[in-house]
């Protein structure tokens, strides 16, 4: 695993650990994944209507007002809550920010 390797941690559980834990580090890392070697990319996803909304940040731990009208992308995360998924979004100066949302709430955009 290239991210294993990068940080110097060679277990995948290990790594998937200290990321969760460290939600800034694992917003980094994702910018990276957005385009990886194989040419697979996160699926590009907005926020339905127009305007603001409030989100869960994972990073912050509290709501922070996102713009619906921008790309985000979807992790494939699973959530306890059925309703909910996670987006990635490069936020601003390209500080990434993870949120959890409700699936209902955004649309495919589709690749380009």
């Known amino acids: 695993?290239?991210?294993?390797?990068?940080?110097?941690?060679?277990s995948q559980a290990k790594l998937r650990e200290y990321l969760y834990k460290n939600?800034?580090?694992?917003?980094?890392?994702?910018?990276?994944?957005?385009?990886q070697d194989d040419g697979t990319l996160l699926p590009p996803v907005r926020f339905k209507g127009n305007g603001i909304i409030f989100c869960y940040s994972v990073n912050d731990k509290i709501h922070i007002a996102v713009p619906r009208d921008k790309e985000y992308y979807l992790m494939p995360w699973a959530d306890d809550d059925k309703e909910?998924?996670?987006?990635?979004?490069?936020?601003?100066?390209?500080?990434?920010?993870?949120?959890?949302?409700?699936?209902?709430?955004?649309?495919?955009?589709?690749?380009?």
């Open 23 to 35: 939600p800034e580090k694992l917003a980094l890392k994702l910018a990276k994944l957005l385009h």
């Open 84 to 112: 909910r998924c996670y987006v990635y979004s490069h936020h601003t100066w390209q500080i990434g920010v993870i949120l959890k949302v409700f699936k209902d709430q955004i649309e495919f955009m589709g690749f380009n």
């Open 1 to 10: 695993m290239v991210a294993a390797e990068n940080s110097g941690i060679k």
